[in-house]
């Protein structure tokens, strides 16, 4: 742990000479103790705090790490090199890349590699270009078969995302690479991806203040997207909500579920405080044409967040119909509802740019590129 200063002011420095680089821990899900790094194209520097080794350019090169407490031992082609509190392999052009092993997976990836190690755990972190690393996320995130114009606006959300949370600043990083934060897992080669990432190259959604925001997402909202209030306590400005006919006809705009009345009158009279008769007295039909805050019956209301979570429902946007010993209740939608419906932007996306679904589903933002937010902000 003494030593994340030192890791810390490394990444810094080499940070402060190119600001649109981002740290991405890799195999973040599991603790790693070993990894196997494997040349694959172009020409890696090869150096630690107190040494250089040289460049990594062969194509039968294979670097091991290993943590060792608080420092890494590192082994070259099976000869030990020694153990160190930081190595690096730094990139020569941007389209060199390596293969990282960790016994089970092999990925690959472009931009430098640094290791170290916190409390016996080895961290491996990817410093990358943030169009690059956004490239990756699209193809870990969204996956493939989306049109250009939509993978537009899954970059501009998911590096918007990128510089909104920085997660893991305690660790040496921002952001690790699985759900987390955003899956990243190695290089994209879809081309579609490409072309979207670098048309909307650099691209962020910031708001009056120039904060990048919280570019929330689900699958389908069911016709309205939903206040950040009513799922969560705190209302954001960018992510009113609106109405939206384009997630109509998807896959994820209806459901169904049937739940036994007494297990419904039993949830209701513990959330409400009130014997299960005076539940039971009361009226249970409830309509939502439009998006509600709360369940509401004779006197009482219960938040419909409470509601999804208890009965693992898809959306919070449901109707409720009391058929005898069984409620019915009929539903809109999946996910939280909160900023950009999926399923909308994709068939909205036929017809729209990128710009115009970015706000329809986000309000009160700009698109501007990372360069210009970060000048803004000098002032
Ligand atoms: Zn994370
Ligand atoms: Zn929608």
């Known amino acids: 742990m003494k030593n994340l200063f030192l890791i810390g002011f490394i990444i810094s420095l080499a940070l402060s000479f190119n600001a649109k680089e981002i740290r991405v821990g890799l195999f973040e899900k599991v603790n790693i103790k070993k ?39 590192a082994y070259m082609n099976g000869k030990y090199l020694g153990d160190q509190i930081w190595f690096r392999l730094d990139y020569r052009s941007e389209n060199n890349s390596v293969i990282i092993s960790n016994g089970k997976k092999k990925r690959k990836y ?47 959300i998911s590096r918007t995302y990128a510089l909104h949370y920085q997660k893991h600043k305690q660790e040496g ?10 899956v990243y897992d190695g290089i994209n080669y879809k081309k579609t991806i490409t072309q979207a990432v670098e048309a909307t190259s650099e691209e962020v959604l910031v708001d009056s203040s120039l904060t990048y925001i919280n570019t929330l997402f689900h699958s389908n909202c069911g016709g309205q997207t939903v206040s950040t209030d009513f799922v969560w306590s705190k209302k954001l400005e960018c992510m009113e909500s609106i109405m939206d006919t384009f997630c109509l006809n998807s896959s994820q705009a209806k459901w169904k579920k049937t739940i036994s009345k007494i ?7 513990k959330k409400t405080g009130k014997s299960i008769s005076v539940v039971k007295s009361n009226d249970l039909n409830f309509n939502q044409f439009q998006r509600k805050e709360f369940y509401e019956f004779g006197n009482y209301k219960v938040r419909l967040v409470d509601i999804r979570s208890n009965f693992r429902l898809k959306s919070t946007y449901f109707s409720v119909h009391d058929i005898g010993d069984k ?27 990128y710009k115009e679904v970015l706000h329809h589903y986000y309000k009160n933002v700009s698109i501007m590129p990372i360069s210009k937010v970060e000048y803004y902000k000098l002032f």
Do not use: P
């Not at 169009?131 to 970059?155: F, H, M, P, R, T």
């Not at 990083?173 to 955003?182: A, K, R, S, V, Y």
């Open 110 to 156: 472009k931009g430098n590699i640094i290791l170290y190690s916190i409390n016996g755990e080895l961290k491996i972190v990817n410093e990358i270009n943030i169009d690059k690393y956004v490239e990756g996320v699209i193809k870990g995130e969204a996956g493939y078969g989306y049109s250009l114009e939509y993978y537009k606006v899954q970059a501009v």
């Open 263 to 269: 297990t419904w009158i039993q949830f209701l009279s």
């Open 35 to 73: 990894v196997d790094i494997f040349y694959n194209i172009g020409r890696f520097e090869f150096y630690s705090e107190s040494e250089t080794y040289g460049i990594m350019s062969n194509k039968n090169d294979k670097i091991s790490f290993e943590s060792n407490n608080d420092k890494v031992k």
């Open 173 to 182: 990083f921002d952001l690790c690479d699985h759900t987390h934060c955003q």
């Open 327 to 353: 409620i019915i209740l009929i539903g809109r939608g999946y996910g939280h509802g909160v900023g950009l419906c999926q399923e909308g932007g994709i068939v909205m996306a036929k017809t729209h740019t």
